[in-house]
Nanobody, 120 residues
């Protein structure tokens, strides 16, 4: 297992939640990381990506200003800090990794198992 997400759960609208994605094995600080989500009955949606050093980040318009993607390479962990959550943020959240960053899901060859976030 190389990517493990944690931190999902239930939260009220307007609240905050921090997801963690810990990488191991082949996945390292030399990989770019991304976060995606899939709501019930919908396709995979890009949320954010960060480069290896954390020097560059990019956000989807749907989460810009509400979500951030800090990275702690010393802890082999990338986070998705979510605030001002809305019911439409309810989804399974996935982290992904690969040598390059991108907004398309097929950019990433390595995926975590997902963690559920429910906003009511």
């Amino acid at each position: 297992v190389q990517l493990v997400e944690s931190g999902g759960g239930s939260v009220q609208a307007g609240g905050s939640l921090r997801l963690s994605c810990t990488h191991s094995g082949y996945i390292s600080s030399r990989h770019c990381m991304g976060w995606f989500r899939q709501a019930p009955g919908k396709g995979l949606e890009f949320l954010s990506t960060i480069t290896t050093s954390g020097g560059a980040t990019y956000y989807a318009d749907s989460v810009k200003g509400r979500f951030t993607i800090p990275r702690d390479n010393a802890k082999n962990t990338v986070y998705l800090q979510m605030s001002s959550l809305k019911p439409e943020d309810t989804a399974v959240y996935y982290c992904a990794a690969d040598r390059t960053a991108g907004i398309q899901s097929d950019t990433y060859g390595y995926w975590g198992q997902g963690t559920q976030v429910t906003v009511s």
